[in-house]
């Protein structure tokens, strides 16, 4: 059973950045795509975002240019550096992978709560 285990959400001041990490219990580096998601309260969860294996990624509008993703095959662990943090960026952070042959796999979450 693959484990994705998420780490560094918390508490935030507008402008301000936080670091996520996600640790997974097996190798990552053939799987296909590995990504970030949020869910906020009362809404659809959603796609932040995602590396493939070949080095593409793919960011959701809202955090372009805020966002970066990375992956670190030779440590299993992918990042979200999140700067420039807006309250609408309040939510669950989830890690995904996705294998690309139709199995994924989530972590169990980690809150980021941006406020003043």
């Known amino acids: 059973q693959v484990q994705l285990v998420e780490s560094g959400g918390g508490l935030v001041q507008p402008g301000g950045s936080l670091r996520l990490s996600c640790a997974a219990s097996?190798?990552?580096?053939?799987?296909?795509?590995m990504g970030w998601y949020r869910q906020a309260p009362g809404k659809q969860r959603e796609l932040v975002a995602a590396k493939t294996s070949g080095g593409s990624t793919n960011y959701a509008d809202s955090v372009k240019g805020r966002f970066t993703i990375s992956r670190d095959n030779a440590k299993n662990t992918v990042h979200l550096q999140m700067n420039s943090l807006k309250p609408e960026d309040t939510a669950v952070y989830y890690c995904n992978g996705n294998t690309g042959t139709g199995y994924e796999f989530w972590g169990q979450g980690t809150q980021v709560t941006v406020s003043s």
């Open positions: 097996v190798s990552i580096f053939s799987i296909y795509a």
